[in-house]
């Protein structure tokens, strides 16, 4: 029979028996559904083949670019570095990277950001909470580093009643036109006690808690993540199932300093808050309340970051995807892809380029029973945004 004379049940019946006496080999190369689309173009920065996970990552005016590495349980050489000649090295040096609880101020704990500020300087954040733990007594601090002369310049305390036992110091940005000498907003990502907005004069060193247990900072209790097609928990071996319950973690400054944005990271909503409220310690914490505002969803995210043209970023942690706010409130994807997993910091680029890491953070031991099921290498990526980093002095 020719195939003019068939009809198109018999001609689909046809293709079918054809595909069914294929090889299995055949098969396997001959997808029957729609493929994963990826969005956007991430370029490979850096592949982490070895050592521990990072988290935080930062570009210098002259394209230098410094990771962290938190203590968090993998065996932790030294918990800053930086990229030169295709390897990691210690920075500013091994010395300050090799913690002594004799020295706890001029040390290294345990760095969960860093990031490089208006004037060049590398701004070191160190919660002093090796896995989670209780702070270290007189560790926690913001520590400058000159990227010159590569030394230490500066080391601010964060005291006991601002770095409270249950704060975990997150991330942080800068703005150097405030007072004397600028100013820091810091995220308290807390596993236990209340998140918050800590803010820091960068001359006197004093600093004060803001949206301590406000509903803004706090995790969101209905808050349900799934990653990697399963509920994100933490799971220990022969116990049921915990909420995964993280407090105030991205935080981004808007490009005219007026506005400091924010997110859970058990939440899938976006907080702002203007940023003149948060610098009067001793202002009145209902008005403060009564500004913030609830800016909707926009995915779960770790890092968040913006841009000089007044464009928000956020990681999705869920869909292994970053997305970028407009002015004026929409939301669009600039990358998507399977290799993007668990996105982390975001830090804007010189060069035009938005850079983050992607660790896998969702296969550790903790949220499987104790298997570790990361796959090396983690990776340090970037993407084209065609915009420049928010630098305020």
Do not use: C
């Amino acid at each position: 029979m020719s195939v003019k004379k068939m009809s198109l049940p018999m001609i689909a019946t046809a293709a079918l028996l054809v595909q069914l006496a294929l090889p299995a080999s055949v098969h396997a190369a001959v997808p029957l559904v729609p493929a994963v689309r990826a969005v956007g173009n991430i370029e490979p920065v850096y592949q982490f083949k070895s050592g521990p996970m990072p988290t935080g990552v930062t570009v210098s005016a002259k394209g230098r670019i410094f990771v962290n590495f938190p203590r968090w349980g993998d065996d932790v050489p030294f918990t800053v570095g930086e990229i030169r000649n295709g390897a990691v090295v210690a920075y500013p040096s091994q010395t300050a990277n090799t913690f002594d609880p004799a020295k706890p101020a001029d040390t290294l704990s345990s760095v969960q950001s860093v990031v490089v500020d208006a004037l060049d300087r590398l701004w070191i954040l160190d919660p002093a909470a090796p896995g989670f733990q209780t702070r270290i007594a007189g560790a926690a601090k913001l520590v400058a580093v000159d990227l010159g002369s590569n030394k230490i310049v500066k080391t601010i305390i964060i005291p006991a009643t601002v770095a409270l036992d249950t704060t975990y110091l997150n991330d942080v940005r800068f703005d150097l036109r405030v007072g004397k000498a600028g100013v820091a907003y810091i995220t308290d990502s807390s596993l236990s006690g209340p998140g918050g907005i800590i803010v820091v004069d960068l001359d006197s060193g004093h600093s004060w808690r803001k949206l301590t247990g406000h509903p803004s900072t706090s995790v969101d209790t209905t808050f349900v993540p799934f990653v990697e097609g399963e509920r994100l928990a933490q799971r220990a071996p022969g116990k049921a199932p915990q909420p995964f319950a993280v407090a105030s973690d991205g935080i981004a400054l808007s490009s005219d300093g007026a506005t400091l944005f924010y997110s859970p990271l058990s939440s899938r909503h976006l907080f702002s808050v203007p940023t003149k409220l948060l610098l009067d310690d001793t202002a009145n914490d209902a008005a403060l309340s009564a500004a913030v505002r609830d800016l909707g969803e926009k995915g779960a995210s770790d890092g968040m970051e913006a841009d000089d043209k007044g464009r928000l970023y956020a990681s999705d942690y869920e869909h292994n995807s970053i997305h970028r706010r407009q002015p004026d409130g929409q939301w669009t994807t600039i990358a998507s892809d399977p290799r993007m997993s668990w996105p982390d910091t975001l830090s804007v680029g010189p060069d035009g380029y938005l850079y983050f890491t992607a660790n896998q953070l969702n296969r550790q031991a903790g949220f499987h029973e104790g298997k570790d099921l990361r796959q090396k290498p983690y990776m340090l990526f970037r993407v084209r945004i065609d915009a420049g980093p928010v630098m305020l002095k």
